[in-house]
C-alpha cells in the first residue's frame, strides 16, 4: 500500500514526520535530500526510535584514536542510545538487530511511502 | 500483559522543575553556597555544558522524557503519561536524586531535609492526587544524628516508605557509627535503599583506581555494593536488626549468588572472627536483602539468568523497577516477560507490596501490610 506522507517541501532537509501508519508509526526522514522511511519501532525493547537523535557515529582509528562518521546518518534510539543506519536501518554494533526500512520516492511533488 | 499484571516501580526518579523549587526548602544559611550548587545540578541535568562526570546519553534521561521546560522528571503530567499510562506502572517508589554525595556532609543533610520536605509538598501532595506515588526520605548517613532527625520527623508520613542513603558513604555501611540510621529505620518498618548515584571526584573510584569511560563505569554500579553487604552481615547489623531490609537499587540482580557462595564458603574459615552470626551469611542476605531489577542483564540465553535467579533462592528477593526518566530505562512489558513466568508477579508487584505495605490488591486484605515484613 502507498501511503503520501507530505509535500516535499514540507519535508526540508534535516526535518522528519512520523506518519501514522503501521501498528508503530513510520518515520520519514529528509537527510540532505536523501529519503529515508523507519518503523517507529526499536527492535531492541520497543522504544518509538523514530524520536531519537540523529548523528554521526565514531569507528577506531587505531589504539586510542577514533574519527567521527556518517554525520546526520545515524538515528540514535531515544531510551537506551542504539544506533541504527537510517539507510539500512541496521544497528551500529549488531548489524543483525535492525528497524524496519520502507521503500520511499517523490510522486509529483508528494513523499510516498510503501508499505 | 500490562493490563492483567499490577506492578510496583522501585526506581522512579522525580526532579524538581527549577533550582528555585528546592532553594524554598532550604534554611538561609544553605542558600548562597547551595544555590550555586543546585544551578550546577541544573546546568548538568540540561545539558548545556557543564558535566562534570562522564558523558551519560542525553545528559542521563531517556529523550523522549525531556519536558518542555525543566529536567526530565519534572513535569508530573509527563510522568504520569509515560509511566503510569503508557508503561503500565501501578505504583511508584519515588526516589529524588537531588542529594548526591558532596564534600560536606553538613550540606548533603540540608540537602536531604529540603528534599524530603519539597517531595511531600509536590510528588506526594499536591502531584499525588491518584495516590500511586510513594517516596524516599533521604538522608545523609555521613551525619547520623541528623539522619535519625529525619526519619522521625517523615516515619509517620503515609506517603514515606522507606529510608534512602548513597553508596557513596565515607565507610562501609556495616561500621557502628551508622547504626542508629538502621535502627531507626527498623524501629519504623521503613526500609533502607541505596541508590546509585553519578558524583565527581573520589566516587569515581574503582577499587583499581579511576574508570576511564562512562561504559567502564556503568557495568561497575555493583561494586558499590559488595563491601556494604559484607560490611553489614559481618558486622552484624542484620543479625542484631532482623526487621531490617535493605534494598540495592539498580545494581544489577544475579552478581549476588556467586557472591553469597563466596560468603558463606568463608565462613566455615573465618566463623570464629565474627561469632555474632549463628548463621551462614546467605541466610541473613536471603531474608534481609533485595536487589532491583533495573538494568536487568541480559544473558543471550534468557534461561541463564533464570539459573542465576533460582540458585539465589531469589522468590522473596527480587524487586521490578524501570529507572524512568533515565536513558537505561527497562520498560516493562520486554523487561518482565524475561523473568521466570512462576516468579513475575511476586518480582513485579508482591514483594514490593509486602516490603513497602501496600494493601493487597487482590482484597483479601485491606490494611497496609507493613511493618509485618517477610519473616
Redesign the interface.
Do not use: E, M, S, T
Given at each position: 500500500m502507498a501511503i503520501r506522507a507530505c509535500r516535499l517541501e514540507e519535508l526540508p532537509p534535516g526535518s522528519r514526520k512520523i506518519l501514522p501508519a503501521g501498528r508503530f508509526g513510520i518515520g520519514v526522514f529528509n537527510r540532505d535530500g536523501d529519503l529515508f522511511a523507519l518503523a517507529n519501532y526499536c527492535p531492541h525493547?520497543?522504544?518509538?526510535v523514530c524520536?531519537?537523535?540523529i548523528t554521526g557515529t565514531t569507528e577506531s582509528t587505531g589504539s586510542y584514536n577514533a574519527t567521527w562518521l556518517n554525520d546526520g546518518g545515524i538515528l540514535?534510539c531515544?531510551?537506551?542510545?542504539w544506533e541504527f543506519d537510517l539507510q539500512t536501518g541496521k544497528s551500529v554494533v549488531s548489524p543483525t538487530k535492525v528497524v524496519r526500512t520502507y521503500p520511499v520516492h517523490v510522486e509529483n511533488g508528494w513523499i510516498v511511502v510503501e508499505d | 500483559m500490562n493490563d492483567i499484571l499490577p506492578i510496583i516501580d522501585c526506581d522512579v526518579h522525580p526532579a524538581p522543575k527549577s533550582p528555585t523549587e528546592l532553594l524554598d526548602y532550604l534554611p538561609d544559611r544553605y542558600q548562597g553556597k547551595l544555590a550555586e550548587m543546585l544551578k550546577g545540578w541544573f546546568r548538568m541535568n540540561r545539558g548545556t555544558g557543564v558535566f562534570t562526570g562522564f558523558g551519560a546519553l542525553a545528559t542521563g534521561m531517556r529523550r523522549d522524557a525531556m519536558p518542555e521546560m525543566g529536567p526530565g522528571g519534572s513535569d508530573p503530567a509527563l510522568m504520569e503519561q509515560q509511566l503510569l499510562k503508557d508503561a503500565g506502572v501501578t505504583y511508584a517508589i519515588l526516589i529524588p536524586l537531588t542529594v548526591t554525595g558532596m564534600a560536606n556532609p553538613e550540606h548533603e543533610a540540608a540537602m536531604c531535609a529540603a528534599t524530603n520536605a519539597w517531595l511531600a509538598d509536590k510528588w506526594l501532595g499536591e502531584y499525588n492526587k491518584h495516590g500511586r506515588y510513594r517516596g524516599s526520605i533521604m538522608v545523609c548517613p555521613d551525619v547520623p544524628e541528623a539522619a535519625v532527625e529525619e526519619i522521625e520527623r517523615w516515619a509517620k508520613h503515609d506517603g514515606f516508605v522507606q529510608v534512602m542513603i548513597p553508596p557513596m558513604a565515607r565507610s562501609a555501611y556495616g561500621l557502628p557509627q551508622y547504626f542508629p540510621i538502621f535502627e531507626a529505620a527498623a524501629r519504623h518498618g521503613l526500609p533502607v535503599g541505596i541508590h546509585i548515584n553519578r558524583t565527581p571526584g573520589m566516587s569515581l573510584l574503582s577499587p583499581v583506581g579511576f574508570v576511564s569511560y562512562y561504559f567502564e563505569f556503568h557495568p561497575q554500579y555493583t561494586l558499590y555494593y559488595f563491601p556494604h553487604v559484607a560490611s553489614l552481615v559481618l558486622s552484624g547489623v542484620f543479625a542484631r536488626l532482623p526487621d531490617l531490609r535493605f534494598v540495592l537499587v539498580e545494581g544489577g540482580v544475579s552478581w549476588l549468588t556467586p557472591y553469597m557462595w563466596r560468603l558463606d564458603h568463608y565462613w566455615q574459615q573465618f566463623g570464629s572472627e565474627v561469632p555474632w552470626l549463628d548463621r551462614p551469611p546467605s541466610d541473613y542476605i536471603r531474608k534481609q536483602v533485595l536487589v532491583t531489577t533495573q538494568p536487568l542483564e541480559r544473558p543471550k540465553e534468557t534461561r541463564r539468568l533464570h539459573e542465576y535467579l533460582d540458585w539465589m533462592g531469589s522468590e522473596h528477593m527480587v524487586l521490578f523497577s524501570t529507572d524512568y526518566p533515565h536513558w537505561d530505562y527497562d520498560h516493562p512489558e520486554p523487561t518482565l516477560k524475561r523473568l521466570p513466568s512462576a516468579v513475575r508477579n511476586r518480582f513485579a508487584f508482591e514483594n514490593a507490596a509486602h516490603l513497602y505495605g501496600f494493601a493487597d490488591l487482590s482484597g483479601s486484605s485491606a490494611s497496609p501490610l507493613r511493618p509485618a515484613v517477610v519473616s
Open positions: 525493547d520497543g522504544a518509538p524520536l531519537g537523535a540514535r531515544p531510551w537506551h542510545g | -
